[in-house]
């Protein structure tokens, strides 16, 4: 047992950052295993190095259970500040990669439904026709998952319905962020199913009817229930709460169960022929979408680029 505590100095010539790599690995995939393919050693050596680093710091830093390997209190004290180390050095390979060549990098975008369908498939290609050496890596999920992610540096930018601003998870975090158009909702069905009805259908007339709902724990949730509260109605009863795109979409193609989906998300399926508008709300009735960045960190090179090319596509100077 150590009777001294730990320096900068004396724990900085302990470790090896090889160590904290192999753990972040472990942390993230929870599996020894997936954690040696992807650092390309073999399991013996992930392990040992686990043992070395619990070692280090006199306690153990994962117990085995039948969901993989669990971090105990020491190892998520430990994984809060290495995925924050992990975060630098890939900000540091992009700023040299950007300095030498200035077309390569790597920017981790979060998407919320809002943005997955439209804006975001036309700024990636954008960003991809002009500097091809970017390495794109798309994770979409819940503001409530996307954001603590964004402020740990595992992601390096969110694209979409931004909360409001009196929402606590607006503010939890030290992120800014910047609004880039404002967003109006859409009853959407698939097309096949609902040809025998007029283009616009007054939404007390569909509320009977079989409903795709945002996840409660969405902000994107508050607007739909805000929008039948508006017109003197009370939520359907039959209803699928999902924030798939595709999940939703195939729903609505094999049956006639309509969905509530930003405007400029269902544009693209609406043009293909696949769906179509059954009603429109009041303009801004979805809110603002816009892109979330962390306050205390300047963007990467890759991730600058990125909110370049996505201004650009909602017509904003960069």
Known sequence: MRSLPWTALNLGRKLKFHQ???FDRVLETGSLVRAANETGLTQPAVSK??????????????????????PTELGELLGHRVKSLMAELRYLTDEVNAFSAGTSGHVIVGTLISAAADLLPRTIAMLKERTPGV???????????????????DLDIVVGRLPERSLPVANAFALTHEILFNESLSVIG?????THLPDRVPLAELREG?????????????????LFHD?????????VESLSVLTNIGLMLETPRVALMPRAAATP??????????????SGSFGDVGYSLRADKSPSPACARFVACLREVCGLKP
């Open 210 to 226: 079989a409903w795709i709902l945002p996840v409660p724990e969405s902000p994107s949730r508050l607007a739909a229930e805000r």
């Open 20 to 22: 904290l790599q192999v």
């Open 49 to 70: 190095i686990v043992h070395e680093l619990e070692a280090c710091f006199e306690g153990p830093l994962f117990v085995r259970s039948n969901r993989g390997m669990q």
């Open 190 to 194: 698939g097309k096949r199913h609902w």
């Open 231 to 239: 017109a003197g109605l009370a939520l359907p009863e039959d209803v």
């Open 135 to 153: 390495l794109v890596t798309v994770r979409e999920a819940t503001t409530a998952q996307l954001f603590p992610a964004l402020a740990s540096g």
């Open 269 to 282: 399926f609406v043009e293909s022929g696949l769906l179509r508008v059954l009603a429109d709300t009041m």
